[in-house]
């Protein structure tokens, strides 16, 4: 019986290890022009690129994520454009200097993420993240003609999130949009800032952070569509 118990609590154990592996696969560094990006950073982003498709946050290349190199002064890692979030590695990323242009493959909002970052590093004093969410319920709350604060209900929405801002996309003054975007964040107390019909910005110091955001985020957005459709009294 002893024996019996033994041996299936090794079968259990190399399951759990294969699973394990299965849900956190190795990667080895990015090797990105002359920056370097650490093996655990590349893990980071993998790790969120699955927890967001888990959260509901985004779905396939829907999505993004970016921070400040933690070992390299005003370098900036983010994910590729059109990169599937669930199946991140060293090939996904690309990284650049702040203030020094988009590199090549880099997302279309490049520069609203080094704003972004920019911003978060002044509050934080150095380090800094942001997630680019399409949580369904955050984006179609934002699609509302003529509504400019997303106000969360829930308790704990109102204590950790608090008021969200929405900015207008505005491709013909991308500079003013950068602007404005950068005002709603810190209007909106460093946690979010929304883009109309184009998903929430969540920041903080780290990916993880940032990730807890924008999930805080869509949860209060949910509850807040959920009670509108009960016609609650808020």
């Known amino acids: 019986m002893d024996a019996e118990v033994r041996r299936l609590r090794g079968a259990l154990s190399t399951a759990q290890a294969t ?3 299965l849900e956190e696969p190795q990667v080895p560094p990015a090797v990105l022009d002359d920056i370097v990006v650490p ?3 590349v893990a ?8 967001l498709v888990h959260e509901d946050l985004g779905r396939a290349t829907m999505g993004g994520m970016a921070m400040l190199h933690p070992d390299v002064q005003g370098a900036v890692v983010s994910t590729r454009m059109l990169t599937v979030m ?3 590695d060293e090939r996904s990323l690309v990284a650049g200097r702040l203030g020094m242009g988009a590199p090549r493959g880099a997302r279309d909002d490049w520069r609203l993420l080094e704003v972004l970052l920019a911003s ?3 509050a934080t004093g150095g380090p ?3 997630i680019h969410s399409h949580g369904p319920y955050t984006t179609a709350m934002s699609c509302e003609k003529d509504l400019i604060v997303l106000q969360p209900i829930d308790a704990i929405g109102k204590k950790h999130i608090g008021r969200i801002i929405i900015v207008e996309p505005d491709e013909e003054d991308q500079d003013a949009f950068l602007r404005q975007s950068v005002e709603a964040l810190q ?3 460093m946690r979010c800032v929304v883009v109309r019909g184009h998903g929430a910005y969540a920041v903080g110091a780290d990916l ?3 990730w807890s955001n924008a999930s805080m985020v869509e949860h209060s957005m949910r509850v807040a569509m959920l009670a509108r459709q009960a016609n609650l009294k808020t």
């Open 86 to 88: 669930p199946r991140i």
């Open 19 to 21: 699973i394990e592996a």
């Open 187 to 189: 209007q909106g107390g």
């Open 39 to 41: 093996q655990h950073v």
């Open 120 to 122: 978060v590093s002044m």
């Open 128 to 130: 800094a993240a942001v």
């Open 208 to 210: 993880t952070q940032a």
């Open 44 to 51: 980071d982003f993998a790790r969120m690129g699955r927890w």
